[in-house]
């Protein structure tokens, strides 16, 4: 058996090595596709369902033209590219922290729902409408439908998320 690791150049030792480093290479490969894969899916659920959403808002209600709903929808996109993964990953932590499941209360998973995203987007928000150059008026009617409509649309936005999720096979928050 000697002859034969010589000849092969490599020990049960050495093999033992590779084999344990080439899992880990696998695993590091996994989990970079996995939060590229978890940021793409939570990102563009939140662009898909949001943005229509918030542009008839910024158009209808708060008075905002053409051109400044589509510059706010611009800055408020690059907000949700920034926020959404982190607003999906707090809706993982809460739904996990309160152990919610489909049979849970509404009102528990709602509160999950739209604290997770009060919590990042709305500040994001705020920047975008500054950026798009809406007025001290427009900026408040806006954050104030904003928060109206989020907390209106949480849970259907996490349902949405969820499905959205379900559809690319990846974890739902409330299993």
């Known amino acids: 058996m000697d002859n034969l690791e010589k000849i092969a ?54 008075g905002m033209d053409g051109p400044e709903v589509l510059k706010a929808r611009m800055g408020a996109s690059v907000a949700q590219m920034i926020c959404m993964r982190p607003s999906g990953m707090l809706r993982n932590v809460s739904a996990k922290h309160f152990n919610l499941t489909k049979e ?36 408040a009617k806006a954050l104030g439908v904003a928060v109206a409509v989020t907390t209106i649309s949480g849970r259907p936005f996490g349902k949405w998320m969820d499905f959205w999720r379900g559809i690319w096979g990846k974890k739902k928050a409330i299993k």
């Open 104 to 139: 849970s209360p509404w009102y528990q998973k709602m509160t999950s729902d739209v604290a997770s995203i009060l919590a990042l987007q709305i500040p994001a928000y705020s920047l975008a409408l500054y950026n798009a150059g809406a007025s001290t008026g427009e900026w």
């Open 9 to 62: 150049g490599e020990s049960p030792e050495t093999n033992r090595v590779s084999r344990v480093l080439e899992s880990q290479k696998r695993s590091l490969y996994q989990k970079a596709k996995d939060a590229v894969t978890n940021y793409a899916v939570d990102v563009s659920a939140g662009l898909m369902f949001y943005n229509p959403i918030m542009a008839l808002g910024e158009y209808a209600i708060t």
